[in-house]
């Protein structure tokens, strides 16, 4: 990523100002955020029993070690000695525990609707233990007892007497000083942090009510830093008075095909459809390039990205061409749109509906609509954009009531997209069955060392590119503006977007 030069960026001083988006926090709730940005600041007073580096990889946190028994079954993890929460209280494998049961027992409630932010934390863990004040015994859940559990670790450790209140005690960096929801939010240094002081000792946060209210507050300058996934903030990424730290969201947006719909079963179809999209313009045209491209569901340029699959996913609209017509596909009438006998001996015709649905910041995904539209009548298919609300879509999306979908899954930090590809999971809208793909996470799921997990990560993006179920577009990006330096961390991510400026030093 280029950085343009900018004298300030030497120094970050012992403050910093930022401007974020904030209407919705009117508590401090670690276990149930209600906004991106709330996020970064939580992960500056809270911290986990396992952090994820910058190459994507667990690492020891408040745990500073854990071992795998029984095929996975059981993990053990030493929690780190002498650390304490901002008010000099030992933090012991009590509160671990307590924390993780308070997350788990509201997951699994069936009569309340609130599961909370960590719910997923029930699909990997079946019970949790103290057998002293620094081992915490995890029982993995059956089916899960591989690597992919210790990035479920990463939720907030909360002292045992306050994970349900307002505003608990963290062991982080940074301590809340004070507290104005909507307008402002006010850390310090935590004194009694196990680790170096941080040479920021103030982080002073001011809340907007829209992106468009952040950027103007940078431009005016009336912060230092702000976060934003607004398009608009691509304008000051060649300015010489800001540095542009680009970051990837965990928004993966794709082109759903529903295999249910007759026309879509085909393989040939599907490839054809894929071959005939080109990423790239969509994301230069409709997003003015704020995405990190991907061609499979993971992240490119991680240990878990198969690049050899991702080389199978490419444009190419002669080859769109030559698929249809191997799958019998012509033009009868010569009126431009592809047709032709079905079974019954009637006429079909290759029309499709793409449903697009409405969402907050996100109009851009409208104009990506039109692209696809365009891209799809060159090789002879007729799409009709279907607009819907998010709602809306949600129900159609779950009915199985579209051909195509433009739309976004919010990715978990566990590398595992079974969610979406294994067959009656809750976000397959796609209808792809395929009992290849369902054993390989099978195999995943129980691999409890890396090289093996990783190896199955890597079969299990060539079974993808090999039944090409959906079309992978890009992970949506953000950009942190700031005309400080305050980190020196490779990967700047959404919910970390301040990951690194507890060590900075100058």
């Known amino acids: 990523m280029w950085i343009p030069p900018c004298a300030e960026a030497s120094n970050v001083g012992s403050s910093l100002t930022v401007g974020i988006q904030s209407v919705k926090t009117m508590e401090i709730r670690p276990l149930d955020p209600l906004e991106r940005d709330i996020q970064s600041i939580y992960r500056l007073i809270y911290e986990p029993l396992v952090y994820i580096d910058d190459e994507y990889m667990p690492q020891p946190c408040l745990a500073e070690s854990w071992i795998p028994t029984g095929n996975g079954r059981t993990w053990t993890f030493n929690i780190r000695r002498g650390v304490t929460f901002s008010d000099g209280s030992p933090m012991t494998a009590s509160d671990v525990v307590a924390t993780a049961n308070y997350i788990l027992e509201r997951a699994k409630d069936e009569v309340s609707a609130v599961k909370g932010y960590y719910s997923n934390l029930k699909y990997f863990i079946d019970r949790i233990t103290a057998t002293d004040d620094h081992t915490v015994v995890v029982r993995a859940a059956s089916g899960r007892t591989g690597y992919g559990l210790l990035y479920a670790m ?232 279907v607009t819907e609300t998010y709602n809306g879509a949600l129900t159609k999306l779950g009915a199985g009531s579209f051909h195509l979908a433009l739309c976004s899954f919010a990715m978990d930090v566990c590398p595992d997209p079974g969610f979406m590809l294994m067959s009656g999971n809750t976000g397959n809208y796609g209808r792809y069955r395929s009992s290849a793909m369902g054993d390989l996470f099978k195999k995943l799921r129980t691999s409890e060392q890396y090289g093996p997990y990783r190896d199955t990560l890597m079969e299990i993006q060539q079974q993808y590119a090999d039944d090409c179920p959906f079309v992978c577009l890009f992970y949506r990006g953000g950009t942190v503006l700031t005309r400080l330096m305050y980190t020196t961390a490779r990967d700047v991510r959404e919910l970390e977007l301040l990951r690194g400026i507890e060590s900075f030093r100058p």
């Open 154 to 385: 990463t939720f907030p450790i909360l002292p045992e007497t306050e994970v349900s209140q307002i505003n608990p005690l963290g062991t982080g960096p940074y301590i809340l000083s004070d507290f104005d929801p909507t307008n402002a939010i006010y850390l310090d240094a935590n004194p009694n942090w196990w680790k170096s002081m941080p040479t920021v000792q103030e982080i002073n946060f001011v809340c907007h009510n829209t992106q468009q209210a952040v950027m103007e507050s940078y431009e005016y300058g009336r912060v230092k830093t702000i976060f934003t996934r607004s398009i608009a903030a691509a304008q000051y990424k060649s300015g010489s008075s800001s540095l542009s730290l680009d970051y990837r969201t965990n928004q993966l947006e794709v082109l759903l095909m529903n295999q249910s719909y007759n026309k879509l079963k085909s393989l040939k179809v599907r490839q054809a459809i894929m071959h005939a999209v080109d990423p790239d313009y969509i994301a230069s045209h409709a997003y003015y390039g704020m995405v990190h491209r991907t061609d499979t569901p993971m992240i490119a340029g991680t240990w878990m990205y198969n690049d050899a699959a991702a080389a199978e996913f490419y444009y190419d609209p002669e080859l769109s061409r030559q698929l249809l017509v191997e799958d019998g596909w012509g033009d009868s009438n010569e009126d431009g749109i592809l047709d032709k006998l079905g079974e019954d001996e009637q006429v079909l015709e290759l029309k499709l509906r793409l449903l697009v649905y409405e969402e907050p910041d996100n109009d851009v995904r409208f104009a990506a609509a039109a692209i696809i539209q365009e891209e799809l009548a060159a090789i002879g298919i007729e799409v009709e954009i």
